[in-house]
């Protein structure tokens, strides 16, 4: 069984950063996609960005330019560096895997995913 465990939230001002880090265990699939999510209590959970096994990445727009999604060197790390940050990214923001990915960059689409991680909270104060 897959587990995934975020890290690294916390609470910042406007315009600061943050990295998120997700680790998953007995993850070793070779065609897999990783993706982050958040969501806000009372509304629909949102996809921020996904990163397949070939590199190929997807961000939402509304994130584009100031969230960049990686990989560690070792594969089943996935990581989120969030710049120039404002209130209304404050969510709880989950870490998500499909072992088996054939949407390529993936969607960000909470269907397409088997595994989630317990989330991690991130507030950004004005």
């Known amino acids: 069984q897959v587990q995934l465990v975020e890290s690294g939230g916390g609470s910042v001002q406007a315009g600061g950063s943050l990295k998120l880090s997700c680790v998953a265990s007995?993850?070793?699939?070779?065609?897999?996609?990783l993706a982050w999510f958040r969501q806000v209590p009372g509304k629909e959970r949102e996809g921020v960005a996904g990163?397949?096994?070939?590199?190929?990445?997807r961000y939402a727009k509304s994130v584009e330019g100031r969230f960049t999604i990686s990989q560690g060197n070792a594969k089943n790390q996935v990581f989120l560096q969030m710049d120039n940050l404002r209130p209304e990214d404050t969510a709880m923001y989950y870490c998500a895997a499909q072992p088996y990915c054939s949407i390529r960059p993936p969607y960000l689409m909470d269907l397409h995913y088997d595994y989630w991680g317990r989330g991690t909270q991130v507030t950004v104060s004005s």
């Open positions: 990163i397949d096994s070939d590199g190929g990445t």
């Open positions: 007995r993850f070793t699939y070779m065609a897999y996609c």
